[in-house]
């Protein structure tokens, strides 16, 4: 088939800015493009041509200064050659996308809680999913967010998930990583046999890292080596602050230099910081869809503690893998647990060794691939397309 993916307004393709829903187009490209050809709506970017081709794939990036601009300049390139429009995470676009393309099959994948009341009207939710074919998401919690509240959503709803690149974030034993483990942790000063704690993430109020510094607190009173590292920025692409970040980075020049902030790094320099942790820590404090940084966590055999938050619980087998908290806004249920993590070193690494081997065999990008190509041969067999 030939297939549209029209990816969200923010970001281009490939993640050059990062971007979840971006990593996730680019790493499924490759194998998708085996069976279909595929072409790209993403936004314009100086470093990027507008247009190119490679293979099976085909990259169009458009201007697009406002929502509405954008979303119209991709109505305009796209034509009935296409046998299915794939949008990303914009239920609102399916309808504006499809006016002129009344026999096109429509699909919609969602990364985030797009069906909220806030989000979009009744009268125009129930006609975005009585219009497309399928609706894939990357967690249960996402997909029940739909069809708790719209009937005609079930048997539409497919929770695909999403994987991690396997050969680039590796656990610390492979060959090639414990050499950037010992030259990351001398960089940043960390003690022989101190434990270090990885966090990555934007850093915002309801990814919750001032709760991660409360929780620290705690932590050095019994251990004082202990390094705290916050990977990432207030947004994607740039260095910006806002009052929230400066208070945070207050709070944190209390501890010294037990913790430190990276700033924005692109998604091929993170591997090194996982690489150079002993636990990752999720602290986020709204109904996350489910974090992509939990996949790459458990790929750098990481045992880790997360929020029972939104989807993010669906990956965690309680005390297996690593830890889910209710009680998520309490500083002191994240330090129990990170000193769990201390006191029982050869229980840590177990847990994070089976945290790789349950993305080894359920979230690489050949599984999310697969799931995605049996529904997109739905629609070719219901519309007798090749």
């Known amino acids: 088939m030939k297939i549209a993916f029209v990816c969200t307004e923010k970001l281009p393709v490939p993640p050059i800015l990062s971007g979840a829903i971006q990593i996730y187009i680019t790493n499924l490209l490759p194998i998708l493009s085996k069976y279909h050809d595929i072409t790209v709506f993403s936004l314009r970017n100086d470093k990027l041509k507008d247009e190119e081709q490679n293979g099976n794939i085909t990259h169009i990036r458009v201007a697009g200064r406002t929502k509405a601009e954008y979303v119209n300049n991709i109505k305009e390139r796209l034509t009935d050659e296409f046998d299915l429009v794939h949008v990303f995470n914009r ?47 990357v967690s249960e919690f996402i997909a029940n967010g739909v069809q708790n509240p719209y009937p005609n959503a079930r048997g539409k709803m497919n929770a695909v998930y999403s994987a991690v690149d396997l050969n680039l974030i590796k656990p610390f ?25 990885i966090y990555v993430g934007r850093l915002s109020k309801k990814k919750g890292p001032d709760v991660l510094i409360k929780a620290m607190k705690s932590v050095l009173e019994d251990y004082p080596d202990t390094k705290l590292i916050f990977v990432g920025s207030k947004w994607y692409g740039n260095n910006a602050t806002d009052d929230y970040v400066k208070n945070l980075q207050a709070e944190a020049k209390e501890l010294k230099d ?53 989807g993010n619980a669906e990956v965690i087998n309680q005390g297996v893998n690593g830890f889910a908290i209710d009680d998520y806004t309490n500083p002191d249920e994240f ?40 529904l997109f041969g739905g629609v070719a067999k ?5």
């Open 91 to 137: 239920p609102k676009w399916i309808k504006i996308l499809s006016s002129n393309l009344p026999n096109t099959p429509f699909s919609l994948s969602l990364h985030n809680e797009m069906f909220l009341p806030k989000k979009i009207d009744a009268k125009r939710a129930k006609e975005c999913i009585d219009r497309v074919e399928f609706i894939c998401t």
């Open 173 to 197: 034993w492979s060959e090639g990583v414990l050499k950037d483990r010992i030259d990351m942790r001398k960089k940043y000063g960390v003690a022989d046999n101190a434990k270090v704690i």
């Open 258 to 310: 037990n913790i430190a902030f990276t700033g924005f790094l692109t998604p091929d320099e993170i591997p090194k910081y996982y690489n150079m942790g002993d636990m990752f820590v999720c602290t986020s404090q709204w109904q996350e869809p489910l974090a992509r940084v939990h996949y790459e966590a458990m790929a750098s055999a990481l045992p880790m503690i997360t929020t029972n938050r939104g």
């Open 335 to 374: 330090s129990k647990y990170i000193k769990y993590f201390i006191e029982n070193e050869e229980k840590a690494i177990e847990m994070g060794k089976k945290g790789r081997k349950f993305v080894e065999e359920h979230h690489n990008w050949n599984v999310i691939a697969n799931r995605l190509l049996r």
């Open 382 to 386: 219901k519309y007798n397309k090749k």
